[in-house]
């Protein structure tokens, strides 16, 4: 399916229609505190897919001046969680799970693209995967993560 045509209204995606409006803005309007702080720029917001730009700030690293573990998966989450949620479906999902392999340094000043795309989305339990990449093609960081659906029904877009 083609997501740049003229949808029927009945049928359309508003929180991916949402979140499109953010693409190419930094993220401390967003309406998750954490991507506020994160303060990345969306990219790309697809149904089941999306990519955020970072600039690695010095509050993000850990005392040898990398990317702490921990903000790097942060990263990851925020961005699998944000992607499923553009899924359109009725109720929140939650993380059950995320698995995290640190690969690579990142350091002060380094841009890196956060990638996330769904592999299976079932009707309870939706698998993701996501890579943490550094312009030269490296991969920081990478996770797979498992999301089960709660039972918050969501508003069509944030503050509804």
């Known amino acids: 399916m083609n997501t740049h045509t003229q949808m029927d209204p009945q049928t359309e995606n508003k929180r991916l229609s949402f979140l499109r409006q ?4 930094p993220m401390d309007q967003h309406f998750s505190p954490v991507a506020k702080w994160l303060n990345g720029v969306l990219l790309l917001i697809d149904e089941g897919a999306m990519e955020v730009e970072y600039h690695v700030r010095e509050d993000m690293c850990n005392p040898m001046g990398t990317l702490h573990g921990g903000i790097a998966a942060t990263i990851l989450d925020d961005i699998v969680g944000t992607m499923v949620y553009a899924l359109g479906r009725e109720f929140g999902f939650t993380s059950v799970n995320l698995n995290c392999d640190f690969l690579n340094p990142a350091v002060v000043g380094d841009v890196l693209v956060a990638k996330s795309e769904v592999i299976r989305a079932g009707k309870n339990i939706v698998h993701v995967e996501g890579r ?9 960081a990478k996770c797979t993560s498992n999301l089960i659906q709660t039972g918050f029904k969501l508003p069509l877009v944030p503050g509804q």
């Open 22 to 25: 953010f693409i190419g803005r």
């Open 132 to 140: 943490l990449v550094n312009a030269h093609g490296r991969i920081v």
